[in-house]
């Protein structure tokens, strides 16, 4: 037979249950609502002057952030070049919008494949630059095919803190 007392256990029992998948829940969606998408143009001329050139070049974002790529045209695409030993290569189709979720700390240079030799490459930072060093080295080997615009790199892996 069952007491006021039980009763009055059942309802508290309840009453807390519900409070914690509220914030469970609230939590979740705390979690899903702080990523952000961000977007870089892929243009064959900035309103300065410039030609091939990715914008912003540089980009700090967090960690499960997305950035979406947008092309000016259909002669440019994105493609990985350095990236964190974890994280996963990624290579988009020429002239399409292209969306990557950034899941891995670190620093990620990559390039427009066929205006790599003019330049069009692009860094982003996401949260800490664990491996910096590393972008670097591969960048001096790299960097010999491109012939235009080589300081945008240096200018934009200098910006990495």
Known sequence: MRT???????LATQFFTFIGLCALLALCANNVAAAK???VQLLTA??????????PGY???AKGDTVTFV???VTHNVESVAIPSAAKKFSSTM??????????????????TPHFV????GVIQVDGADNLGDVKKQWETVGAGVVMNKERVASYLAQVK
């Open 46 to 55: 900035d309103g300065s002057g410039q030609t091939m050139v990715m914008s």
């Open 4 to 10: 006021k007392l039980d009763s009055a256990r059942d």
């Open 37 to 39: 998408n961000h977007e």
């Open 95 to 112: 002239g399409q919008k292209f969306t990557y979720t950034f899941d891995e700390q670190g620093v990620y240079l990559y390039k427009c």
């Open 71 to 73: 092309p000016a045209d």
């Open 118 to 121: 003019m330049g069009m490459l």
């Open 59 to 61: 980009l700090k974002i």
